[in-house]
């Protein structure tokens, strides 16, 4: 007996080694297999990242894990992911492990995580899910792979979409989750579901559910050998709203089969709000209802490929009302009536009629019809709605925001007739409307505008498919707004979610900008060169605007500038305006724009072209930040000018440029001839610069280009006078304003004083008047506290060079007597070399009166001799003409020593 149980152990220590170790083995074969199997039976291409295989975590069952599962469509849909889930994971026996690659592998469980399915129907009617193997003789002699035994199944956290192009049906799930138990390996069981998503459905373009969320808890009575599946006990809900479903599904060989009635086990008013999405259904505790609300109806027949089931669903209440527990006034007589048939069992005879949408409100009754038909084509709608509204009434019946007060009266009376088709291709010939809507002394308080927006009369006449807007007259704050038009697709506007296009005149009298602007909490700006913090929320430009502006606005205040005769056309689109023909008189001058604002992603950007004509500067310069950052050296200066500038770059949120974004460049015309001799500036200039006097700068007709790019601006070389000096300035400034210039003057010799007299005395009169010195200035420091720069050093220089060459150039002309002469004067009319002309002029002999023959003459010697001394007496006259230069230079900036 104990050999019997250490036989026993050694063999259950085999078995479990077997366990342990079997996956590391078989993972990667199994993976193969079942990704071959899969490849095999359907038209698609199926792959998984990674196949994990674990004998113990379902035991007696193997659990086998694909990571990454997808399957990818081949043509006409190719590439397009038909099915991907991050994680599948299949429970199968053991022993199916090991079976013949042929055989089918069962599967007992499958469990399937974050799985995403697209299911799309083309033009052509063709079906991306339509996958399986189509040959014939591979279908029978192919195995499909799997036996489905399953016991337990479970989707978790799926999307599911739907798209049929043909149609224009578009289904999604989302947050889909999906269970069920019960032994289907049995040909008649029942399985226990559970099922909850979120629905959004849409046909021809209109959204008819909204992320409703469903739940679904049903057991279902399944009979596989005849395919059929009949609800027992169940409940359905969309949102809060409980129904019951009733009948059966029966799968046949070419068709499926429905018989299913629907019903509302409760009839209670309640539950028409129960359908109303979440977002939306506030403040209903203790809410009062009285009447009924009910849905019922049947879903018989046949789906083929030609055929649906038949459908007679109601909808119906009358005379009911209810009332919110926290408001005074109850909405009563509400009567509804909606039907969705069809009484052929052909899609395209699928009709939805709005009986019946009427309820009261105090003294005023609204109420509506619609009939929608062709739903699966090109959906046509015949609708009327006519109705007053008292907006303090609708205050006192409905929940408001807290921040919101409504006043006014609304009035409607209108008809439609339209198809979707003419909608979407903006055939507006064959949209018909008829009648009017207006709105009288509306008054809107709330977070959207800092003041109440008050319209005083807007009336729109629906005569024609062309809407006219006979008058809209509103103010807010300082702002007043008048208009007429024409909207030429309401009903794309409303339906579809399309900008609503029109053409627009409007006038003003004043409009300001801030009105429209509304508080928000400070925010830390990013931008060194923004403001330290912003109190506004961003200007959006509206996305729903499709419109065309004729504008003229007599004042417009806009970052405390104030624009007058405002007038142009504007173009807003896709959240951009575009400015063509725009002008306005500013700054005792006229500002043309051409050029665009583009709000449409999170950091709103400009491209503008601004003609500026007689600008006053003074105005411009206190006016514009703009101006104080990229030209602040222009605050020196009084009087006009005219410039045409391209900039573009970013925004900040009230419309503001981030000047450190800005690229473009201008051109610039200075139409003054004064200064502002109290500009620190100039101020500066006058202290460093003796010779001059303010009132002697002549900046008349001015012109230069600026450049702008990384923060900076290059101001090009332009020139000016004071008196008869020319000078010429140039050079760059951050947008923090720290300045770097050169101004660059000529300065007459004439303006040297004695010195300059004294060093210029062997020059005539026609070189002393062709003779300028040429001082550089530099100019440093910010606008406030400028820094100025005078290099002497390199002025002395230039002068004595200049000298000195036309002292050369008269001496090379001369020959080689006149350099005997000139060493003569040099040296104070002491000459050195004076025996030696003698020498020179005999070629030999003694030296006068020596008495002594003399030793022949060494002729190089004596050239080298006269070539030391007369570099000795340029040196000298150099050097003397250096000094008297340094003199005159330093008395001409005597303010500086």
């Known amino acids: 007996m104990k050999k019997f149980f250490k036989i026993l152990g050694l063999f259950l220590l085999a078995v479990v080694a077997f366990i342990i170790a079997a996956p590391f083995f078989l993972q990667d074969q199994i993976a193969a297999i079942v990704k071959r199997k899969l490849n095999t039976s359907m038209d698609a291409q199926i792959d998984f990242a990674e196949a994990d295989l674990s004998l113990f975590r379902s035991f007696p069952d193997a659990q086998l894990n694909l990571q990454g599962l ?120 029942t399985l226990e579901t559970y099922s909850e998503t ?70 209670d008013f309640k539950n028409f709000f129960a359908m109303i999405p979440a977002t939306y259904r506030k403040n209903l505790d203790g809410m009062v209802t009285t009447g009924d609300f009910i849905v019922n109806g049947t879903i018989k027949g046949a789906v083929t490929e030609t055929t649906i089931p038949k459908l007679d669903i109601k909808m119906s209440s009358k005379n009911a009302s209810f009332k919110y527990a926290d408001l005074p006034q109850k909405v009563t007589d509400i009567n509804i009536n909606v039907f969705i048939k069809n009484e052929t069992g052909i899609a395209e005879d699928t009709y939805v009629n709005i009986a019946d949408i009427a309820f009261n409100l105090a003294g005023d009754r609204l109420a509506g019809r619609a009939m929608v038909t062709d739903l699966t084509r090109n959906m046509k709608v015949d609708m009327n709605a006519k109705g007053d509204l008292d907006f303090k009434n609708l205050a006192k019946s409905f929940p408001m925001p807290a921040d919101m007060k409504l006043s006014g009266k609304m009035g409607l009376d209108m008809d439609a007739k339209f198809d979707m088709e003419s909608v979407e291709q903006e055939r507006y010939e064959n949209i018909y409307m008829n009648g009017t809507a207006s709105l009288t002394n509306f008054i809107y308080n709330g977070s959207a505008f800092n003041n109440a927006f008050v319209i005083d009369q807007a009336a729109v006449d629906m005569t024609t498919s062309t809407i006219k807007l006979n008058s809209f007259k509103a103010k807010t704050g300082n702002t007043d707004l008048n208009a007429t038009g024409t909207i030429n697709n309401l009903v794309g506007f409303l339906l579809q979610d399309k900008g609503l296009k029109g053409a627009f005149k409007v006038t003003s009298n004043t409009l300001d900008s801030s009105d429209f602007m509304a508080d928000a909490a400070p925010v830390a700006a990013t931008d060194t060169h923004k403001k330290t913090a912003t109190t ?56 043309g724009l051409n050029g665009f604002v583009d709000t449409k992603n999170a950091q709103p950007v400009f491209d503008m072209a601004l003609n500026m004509k007689d600008l006053d500067i003074a105005q411009s310069f206190n006016g514009l930040e703009m101006f104080q950052k990229m030209v602040p050296i222009i605050s020196a200066l009084q009087g006009k000018m005219t410039t045409d500038i391209k900039l573009s770059g970013a925004l900040n949120g009230d419309f503001t440029p981030i000047l450190s974004s800005i690229a473009g460049d201008a051109f610039a015309q200075l139409l003054t001839r004064e200064v502002k001799t109290s500009s620190p500036l100039m101020a500066e200039l006058d202290n460093k610069l003796s010779f001059i006097s303010l009132s002697d700068i002549d900046i008349s007709n001015i012109t230069t280009k600026l450049n702008f790019k990384d923060g900076a601006v290059q101001v090009s070389p332009f020139d000016f006078k004071v008196r008869d000096m020319n000078v010429t300035a140039s050079g760059t400034h951050s947008l923090t304003n720290d300045m770097n210039y050169i101004l660059a003057f000529k300065v007459p010799a004439k303006y040297l004083g004695k010195e300059g007299a004294a060093l210029m005395s062997k020059l005539n009169e026609q070189e002393i008047a062709n003779l300028s010195v040429p001082v550089p200035v530099q ?60 020498i020179l002029q005999g070629n030999k002999g003694t030296p006068s009166g020596s008495g002594t023959p003399g030793k022949p003459i060494d002729s190089v010697a004596i050239k080298r001799a006269k070539d030391s001394i007369i570099r000795a007496a340029k040196k000298k006259a150099a050097d003397e003409a250096k000094k008297a230069a340094g003199n005159a230079i330093n008395n001409l900036f005597k303010k500086n020593n």
């Open 198 to 267: 979120k629905v959004v459905y849409s046909l021809g373009g209109i959204e008819y559910l909204s992320g409703q969320l469903v739940k679904l808890d049903a057991d279902l009575a399944i009979d596989l050998a005849n395919s059929k599946y009949s609800f027992l006990d169940n409940k359905a809900f969309i949102n809060d709203l409980e129904l019951k479903l009733d009948g059966f599904v029966d799968l046949e060989d070419d068709s499926t089969v429905v018989d299913l009635t629907v019903s509302t086990p409760s009839s």
């Open 779 to 838: 100019i440093g420091g910010s606008i406030t506290k400028p820094t100025v720069n005078v290099n002497l050093k390199g002025a002395i220089t230039n002068l004595t060079n200049q000298i000195i060459e036309i002292q050369k150039a008269k001496l090379r002309a001369k020959g080689k007597d006149a350099i005997n002469s000139a060493v003569n004067d040099a040296l104070g009319g002491k000459n050195p070399l004076s025996g030696i002309k003698d």
């Open 70 to 189: 997808s399957v990818i469509n081949k043509a006409p849909f190719k590439g397009d992911t038909l099915f991907y889930a991050k994680e599948v994971k299949l429970d199968l026996p053991i022993g199916d492990l090991f079976n013949d690659e042929n055989e089918p592998i069962r599967i007992n469980e499958i469990i399937i995580d974050q799985a995403v399915v697209n299911l799309k129907s083309d033009l052509n009617g063709k079906a991306n899910w339509d996958i399986a193997k189509a040959d014939p003789k591979a279908a029978e002699t192919e195995s499909t792979g799997f036996n489905i035994d399953l016991k337990n199944y479970e989707i978790i956290n799926a999307s599911f979409s739907y798209t049929d192009e043909v149609t224009k049906n578009i289904l999604k799930f989302t947050e889909l989750n999906h269970k069920g138990k019960g032994d289907l390996s049995q040909v008649k069981s």
């Open 536 to 591: 506004s929320e961003s200007i959006k430009i509206p996305a729903f605007l499709d419109a065309y502006l004729d504008f003229a606005i007599n004042k417009m205040l806009y970052d405390g500038i104030t624009l007058t005769n405002v007038k142009g056309l504007a173009t807003i689109k896709d959240e951009k305006l575009t400015l063509t023909n725009t002008s306005t008189n500013v700054f005792g001058g006229n500002i």
